[in-house]
């Protein structure tokens, strides 16, 4: 490739950068929600190009961390296989009341509430821990960041195995699975940046990584179905004690192969040239023409070695095509930029992020609630432990399953449609898992359940996706980590849930699914009118801005032509 092509290739990767509206790579990676709310971190470790790095090396990062994230990045949403094994193994049974005993209950009210607070207070803090997260991963770098993650990995696989001998002194058991919740972020996170070790394939590497996310609840499944081929001799302290050998391994892993500082973004990359291509004032104090010219001849050879790499790192693909097919999408979704440039307060203020985060906040608490009260909920509506039980197993299969397969498709729906659309179908999905969630009959669970499983990744990924396009990516970390946030201290609710659940309806959990129902068709239907009305007002807006612009380039041809045509015959 001739000089002036790589110089083409790099400019137009900068206008790449400059237009495009959804990379998130081609800005200034931050991973701190809080942003300016705190004092500004600083920064030790200078982000490494990945080319300096061989393939083979980071191709064995990534499959590490897919690896690892599997085991370890969002195991405590396998509750609902896991909670089984406790009340088999009498976990807060001594919560349950005479009378409960002597009726021989599966599980009783205190225990179960004691219980499902094992899961709230891990599914507030996954959500809360976004804000430390951010913060030790932008100064620090994502090593220290998940060797944090290892630290809590094993305090809480260690408070697991030792819980029920600690039982006398202390319950182990809320900070033990509140340890494992804390871990999961710090190294989930900190794999984030591996999408830049290949940017032509980030979005695979992404996909990858939140598959892995999903799918590693399902280690809690596979332990429940070792638990009971071995009619329960293959305990929860035989199994964390085993599972501690997964911090370990990340720890190993991180001292010996994956990288101690985030690799560059596309954004970087394309400054870490320009910068190359800056003009040395320097160069005039060399008296020496020979040394002058050896130095620029050198410095040239540097820089024509970089867009070289870099290009090649990048692609051949167009950057120009990326950063039309970019503004597509971005006009496509309908509410791009309605809040870019505002400041934080301003944009939470206004009712595109107060609905969106009454939404949040709402649909996430049905979602944990489910999955801690899953075998609960059916076995009460259907009148039958037995086919409770085969729910919740098939529950279990198909929550990390439903994660893995609707990926692919998720990126279809959020790249393809408008943002109202997906809105509209959150909304949709979400009534129609309701309804079918409180039909008491075998058939209504599964399709509740499948429906579920799908719709689960669609809501946190649409959640964040809006997030980006309607506020942008300057305080995308400020604004979003702040929706999620409360959405998480939110959670803290379900035990108000099961109060009503158990001492108000007696046990059914119909009028308590039938209000959240409701209550999330309500604000749903809120949230899709305010955000179509003004889609509709900014695509008025763009459409008259085009016939603008079109309108003032006519008249400047027009200008120049009759300029030109001046005092001819």
């Known amino acids: 490739m001739a000089m002036f092509e790589r110089r083409g290739s790099i400019e137009s990767f900068d206008r790449w950068r400059a237009q495009s509206p959804t990379g998130s790579e081609r800005r200034k990676l931050s991973f701190n929600p809080v942003g300016e709310w705190t004092p500004p971190a600083e920064q030790i470790a200078i982000p490494i190009p990945a080319f300096e790095v061989s393939k083979t090396k980071r191709i064995a990062q990534v499959a590490i961390a897919v690896v690892y994230c599997l085991l370890a990045a969002g195991i405590v949403f396998g509750f609902a296989a896991i909670k089984p094994v406790l009340i088999a193994e009498g976990v807060y049974k001594e919560q349950c009341t005479d009378q409960e005993l002597e009726d021989g209950v599966w599980v009783c009210y205190g225990q179960e509430v004691r219980l499902n607070l094992m899961f709230t207070v891990a599914a507030v803090s996954t959500n809360v821990c976004a804000l430390p997260v951010g913060t030790i991963l932008d100064r620090f770098g994502p090593r220290v960041a998940s060797i944090v993650g290892v630290v809590f990995l094993f305090m809480g696989a260690l408070f697991m195995a030792f819980a029920a001998d600690l039982a006398q002194y202390m319950d182990a058991y809320i900070p033990g699975y509140l340890f494992l919740a804390l871990g999961g972020p710090f190294v989930f996170i900190s794999s984030f940046q591996l999408s830049n070790t290949f940017p032509r394939h980030s979005g695979l590497i992404l996909a990858l990584l939140t598959g892995a996310f999903d799918t590693s609840s399902a280690v809690f499944l596979e332990y429940r179905l070792i638990f009971q081929s071995t009619n329960g001799t293959f305990n929860t302290k035989k199994f964390f004690l085993i599972y501690l050998i997964v911090p370990v391994f990340i720890l190993v892993a991180q001292l010996l192969i994956m990288p101690s500082i985030s690799y560059k973004t596309v954004g970087e990359l394309v400054q870490q040239v320009e910068d190359q291509e800056s003009v040395h004032t320097s160069d005039d104090e060399i008296s020496d023409d020979e040394q002058r010219l050896w130095i620029q001849n050198r410095r040239h050879d540097h820089r024509e070695s970089m867009v070289s790499e870099v290009t090649s790192l990048l692609g051949s693909k167009s950057a120009d095509g990326q950063a039309k097919e970019d503004e597509q999408k971005a006009q496509r979704s309908g509410v791009f930029g309605a809040l870019h440039g505002k400041t934080v307060l301003q944009q939470i203020a206004s009712p595109w992020w107060i609905l969106i985060t009454i939404f949040t906040v709402v649909q996430m608490l049905r979602i944990n609630y489910s999955v801690a009260t899953v075998r609960t909920q059916w076995t009460e509506m259907l009148g039958s432990y037995e086919k409770g039980v085969k729910i919740n197993e098939f529950f279990d299969v198909a929550l990390p399953l439903g994660g893995v397969i609707s990926v692919p498709f998720i990126g279809l729906v959020l790249d393809h449609t408008s943002t109202p659309f997906v809105l509209g179908l959150l909304v949709s999905m979400a009534t129609t898992i309701g309804v079918f969630g409180v039909i008491p009959e075998m058939w209504s669970a599964y399709v ?117 045509n001046y005092g001819t015959s």
């Open 448 to 564: 509740s359940i499948v429906l579920f499983v799908v719709y689960r990744p669609l809501y946190y990924t649409a959640v964040s996706d809006y997030s980006a396009k309607v506020f942008g990516f300057e305080t995308f970390g400020k604004v979003y980590g702040l929706i999620i946030c409360l959405a998480g201290v939110f959670n803290f609710t379900q035990a108000g849930l099961d109060a009503l659940t158990h001492q108000v309806f007696g046990n059914d959990p119909t009028p308590v699914n039938i209000i959240l129902l409701v209550t999330a068709l309500v604000v749903g239907i809120v949230l899709v009118g305010y955000v179509t009305r003004k889609s509709m007002t900014l695509q008025e807006d763009f459409v008259r801005e085009q016939a603008d612009e079109a309108r003032e380039r006519l008249m400047q041809v027009n200008r120049r032509h009759r300029h030109e």
